[in-house]
């Protein structure tokens, strides 16, 4: 083999090194960041169950703390995708805050079931998997 051929490989092997380097990545970022979100929803619901209510500091505490990483994390994923596709989650968090002070229970809930939702859809459309490579 010529030192182009030799050259050329490597710089094949390199290429995909790096391919591969970003999509698990984009992949640990996504995975975790959706999961993250998630996980505060499901203590959130907890908390409601045990203070019955959404009016006391265990509650807000954990919707401060969702909406602080949320907007950390998101900064990140907008490298990933468009930041109006993600934007859903922060504007229903945002509506969480709202609804802690108006002590309104059920508006409160539909929100957090739709960051849930939000979440799933989105670990879709931005995990890795071989119908996003198509």
């Not at 992949?27 to 203070?51: F, G, Q, R």
């Amino acid at each position: 083999m010529t030192k182009f051929m030799w050259f050329q490989l490597i710089s094949i092997i390199v290429v995909l090194g790096v391919l591969v380097t970003i999509c698990v990545v984009e992949d640990k970022l996504v995975t975790e960041s959706l999961n993250n979100v998630a996980d505060y929803c499901y203590k959130i619901e907890s908390a409601i169950k045990e203070n019955d209510g959404i009016k006391n500091e265990d509650v807000s505490n954990l919707v401060f703390n969702l909406e602080y990483d949320w907007l950390k994390d998101e900064g990140n994923l907008c490298f990933l995708v468009n930041h109006k596709s993600i934007q859903e989650i922060g504007v229903e968090v945002s509506k969480l805050k709202t609804y802690i002070e108006e002590n309104d229970i059920k508006e409160f809930s539909v929100s957090l079931e739709l960051i849930k939702l939000y979440a799933e859809q989105y670990f879709h459309f931005m995990g890795a998997s071989f119908h996003n490579i198509l």
